[in-house]
């Protein structure tokens, strides 16, 4: 299988803010990853797919970039509703492997 | 568009079967598209379970394989996950999500709301 890794695990930031999450596999990848987010009590919310593809109605200021092992998700100009947990997800072979995810919470 | 919900009982005891299945509307499992499972254990991570062409054709998670199995009706516009000799380790939020795909790419969306499975005498 392959190993999905995300760093931080958390990480506090204020409205307005820049941040960068990353994630790692343990094999390359190409650009079969993709990232999702999920607030509490609800399902996961497909942001991008191929790496650096935002899903259409996705706000323009998530960005992911990346290819082969080391991939981020940035959000720019960070907004309330962006907090939240970002996972990772490799789509390149089964079984599809999620990261453990980041959790954004308000500093 | 497309929506998903899964149904099911959300207590099972140990050493049980799992069955949950989740009911497509707006769109069809007949669909060029395929249908997965994932489960997320309380505070935890997502892991993905297995998932089901229109044909019948599964792929399953080698952690799981020899406990699952997915199925697919299409006079109901449904497709249904057991899992077997359940453990407290199997207590998670079960989802069921579409996946989308473009070209070799793949996702899931949209996911259903997510149904709880408590495994507990």
């Known amino acids: 299988d392959i190993h999905m890794t995300q760093s931080p695990s958390s990480l506090s930031a204020s409205v307005g803010d820049r941040v960068t999450i990353t994630c790692r596999a343990s094999q390359s990848i190409s650009n079969y990853l993709n990232w999702y987010q999920q607030t509490p009590g609800k399902a996961p919310k497909f942001l991008i797919y191929a790496a650096s593809s935002l899903q259409s109605g996705v706000p323009s200021r998530f960005s992911g970039s990346g290819s082969g092992t080391e991939f981020t998700l940035t959000i720019t100009s960070l907004q309330p509703e962006d907090f939240a947990t970002y996972y990772c997800q490799q789509n390149y072979i089964t079984p599809f492997t999620f990261g453990p995810g980041t959790k954004v919470d308000i500093k | 568009q497309v929506q998903l919900q899964e149904s099911g009982p959300g207590l099972v005891k140990p050493s049980g079967t799992l069955s949950l299945t989740c009911t497509v509307s707006g769109g069809s499992v007949s669909d060029t598209n395929w249908w997965t499972w994932v489960r997320q254990p309380p505070g935890k991570g997502l892991e993905w379970i297995g998932d089901?062409?229109?044909?019948?054709?599964?792929n399953y998670n080698p952690s799981l394989k020899t406990r699952v199995t997915i199925s697919i009706d299409k006079s109901k516009n449904q497709f249904s996950l057991n899992l077997t000799s359940v453990t407290a380790a199997d207590t998670a939020i079960y989802y069921c999500?579409?996946?989308?795909?473009?070209?070799?790419?793949?996702?899931?969306?949209?996911w259903g709301q997510g149904i709880l499975v408590t495994v507990s005498s």
């Open positions: 999500a579409r996946e989308g795909r473009n070209r070799a790419f793949s996702w899931f969306d949209p």
């Open positions: 089901i062409y229109h044909s019948g054709t599964t």
